[in-house]
């Protein structure tokens, strides 16, 4: 009996920082209007009606909880429905302190320069304006939509920004700017020439759509999407944050995904990705703060996009520049030493998402170039790689490899990266890299784990590549001693797809069953590591012990059989551990294949069943 059905691994990983803003009319552009008064005393009126500071963005990590498997929103594995990642409320104002200082909430004091003294917005949701020596002006919600249709650019601006304000964590203030159809007045002004408004009109949706669907499907019937990707003409940081910051929240929802991919792919890529991803005219990244923050929300959005379904995935892996960009902002990252970096994080988990059921769902014509001759024309394929014939052992085996490389192109382009052999050994050095951020190298081991996946040729020479050119086994042990559950169901699955079409498998057998063992859990009681990792462990262990000898002398000799006993007979009755005690049975039952080994199996026999009356046999083989 064999136990080597492989499957292929996606988590939908979405980013873990969410992004609205809170932002404020500037006395540059604000100063000066009132007719005959004097520069100073129209700044003094217009500005210390208004706030005249505005926030520096920072994002801060909102993990959420799941029970299945999750690090940054709802991610899954091998899940239908995927829950993604929306965009958090910039930090709001707490308090004045004095007239360049402000307090911002769980923040430490922000300074800022201003050109005239006075007070500031309130925090959360303060009703009016805080106003110096000229008096106190109020203004509600209504007051501020009807600003929005004045042709004065400064009551633009100040509608807009009045309802940023309020929309700060007040979902009762985004409700009544919809009712008022004030999103539909915020649209029109996307593409305002002027860019003080665009910026404002663009943060004061930025915060109406944050964990608000009504105002999202208002701004998307509004035809928000269009006039958004319009905006981006302008190379403005500031707008185009806010606009890739929209882009994020509304990816983070399944129904928009086919939407949004086919409104904005092209246009995020050509415009955004590409220039700042180090693949356009300039080679090095060379980001600023800004450009950081618009790459971050740009790569979030993909990331959403990347992981609700094979329509999505298509479209992006087709999207011109797209694959190429991603590519080289990670070569480039690993470079300048910044792979640890939150893009780095996200583009990874782009090309892992895009990596998800890669063979069955890249072009014909190109499987069949991966593929080779057909299993008619040539007799080597009569069996699946790994089951060799008596007549194609290793070395036909590599010759079939090496054949098959020139069916690839030396420097690859666009889709091809991401099967290419060259990417075996860009993971490989995420892996080696990364040692901060679990989630990116959980997301290199999950891509690696995805293109070796399944009974497909090429998914055993990508293998083979990891295994012999880019001797990836001492590195993944070393990775295996992580305590992260997550990191491990893709370390894990990895080398289960590994042992699955090693050439040598005694060799493998040799180097990695101590390893193995050791990260079984001591019976199916343990709520550590999880199902999922226990799966993919006993899978390897039997990928090995069906061909080697070798393979259950070593898990004898480790310990491993008390491990699989335990783990066949103690559990509970859910899915997930009914499915690891049959998998640990599974390579119990192959390891009696192997009679001069019955001794050490009785032992071990006699031992669990004087520690365990009434032990389950379901499953046994010993």
Not at 335 to 340: L, P, S
Not at 342 to 357: A, D, F, P
Not at 490 to 514: W, Y
Request: with cysteine.
């Amino acid at each position: 009996m064999s136990f080597n059905q492989e499957h292929v691994f996606m988590s939908a990983l979405q980013p873990n920082t969410s992004v609205s803003t809170y932002a404020v009319p500037s006395d540059m552009n604000l100063g000066g209007i009132g007719g005959g008064m004097s520069d100073d005393f129209a700044r003094a009126k217009r500005v210390q009606d208004q706030v005249a500071l505005r926030l520096m963005e920072k994002s801060k990590s909102l993990p959420r909880p799941n029970s299945h498997y999750a690090t940054s929103g709802e991610q899954m594995m091998m899940v239908q429905h995927q829950e993604s990642f929306k965009g958090p409320a910039q930090r709001t104002i707490n308090r004045v302190n004095k007239k360049n200082r402000i307090s911002i909430t769980g923040q430490s004091t922000v300074q800022r320069q201003m050109s005239s003294g006075g007070s500031m917005y309130g925090g959360g949701s303060g009703g009016g304006f805080i106003v110096g020596q000229v008096g106190v002006t109020t203004l509600d919600i209504p007051m501020a939509v009807m600003q929005l249709d004045e042709d004065d650019i400064a009551e633009q601006v100040q509608g807009a920004a009045y309802i940023q304000h309020e929309c700060y964590n007040n979902n009762d203030a985004k409700n009544e700017v919809r009712i008022c159809k004030g999103i539909q007045k915020l649209v029109r002004l996307f593409n305002s020439e002027n860019l003080e408004v665009a910026r404002y009109a663009t943060g004061a949706t930025r915060n109406l759509i944050y964990e608000n669907l009504e105002n999202k499907a208002a701004l998307i019937e509004a035809g928000g999407i269009p006039q958004l990707i319009e905006a981006l003409k302008y190379n403005d940081d500031e707008l185009r944050k806010n606009i890739t910051g929209i882009l994020w929240n509304l990816s983070s929802k399944d129904n928009l995904k086919e939407k949004l991919a086919k409104e904005t792919l092209a246009d995020l890529t050509e415009k955004i990705l590409i220039p700042l991803s180090g693949s356009g005219d300039s080679e090095v990244i060379q980001q600023s703060p800004s450009e950081s923050d618009i790459f971050f929300n740009t790569t979030g959005c993909l990331r959403n996009l990347s992981s609700v379904n094979e329509k999505t995935r298509q479209k992006m892996r087709e999207t011109s520049g797209l694959v190429d960009a991603l590519v080289g902002y990670v070569k480039a990252s690993l470079e300048d030493g910044k792979v640890e970096g939150k893009g780095v994080e996200n583009t990874v988990c782009v090309l892992r998402n895009l990596s998800y059921q890669l063979y069955s769902e890249i072009p014909p014509s190109a499987l069949l170039r991966l593929e080779g001759p057909s299993r008619d024309q040539d007799t080597s394929f009569s069996q699946a790689i790994g089951c060799f014939t008596p007549q194609s052992k290793k070395l036909k085996n590599k010759n079939q490899d090496m054949a098959t490389f020139t069916e690839v192109a030396r420097i690859p382009k666009g889709v091809e990266w991401l099967w290419h052999p060259q990417v075996v050994g860009l993971y490989n050095n995420v892996l080696q890299g990364c040692e901060i951020n679990s989630t990116t190298r959980e997301a290199a081991a999950g891509a690696l784990q995805n293109i070796t996946a399944g009974d497909k040729r090429w998914a055993g020479v990508l293998s083979r590549v990891a295994l012999d050119q880019e001797r990836m086994l001492p590195v993944l042990l070393d990775k295996l001693r992580t305590n992260n559950d997550m990191e491990l169901r893709s370390l894990t699955g990895f080398l289960r797809n590994l042992s699955r079409h090693a050439s040598d498998k005694s060799a493998m057998a040799t180097k990695i069953v101590q390893n193995l063992v050791n990260k079984l859990p001591a019976d199916g009681n343990q709520k550590e590591p999880s199902s999922d990792v226990v799966v993919n462990i006993c899978g390897a262990l039997n990928n090995l012990v069906a061909s080697s000898s070798l393979a259950a002398r070593d898990i004898t000799f480790f310990d491993g059989l008390q491990k699989l006993v335990a783990i066949k007979d103690s559990h509970d009755s859910s899915p997930g551990k009914l499915k690891a005690a049959k998998a640990a049975a599974t390579v119990l039952c192959n390891m009696f294949q192997y009679k001069k080994l019955h001794k050490n199996y009785k032992q071990v026999r006699n031992n669990h069943a004087k520690q365990t009356t009434g032990a389950s046999s379901r499953y046994s083989c010993l």
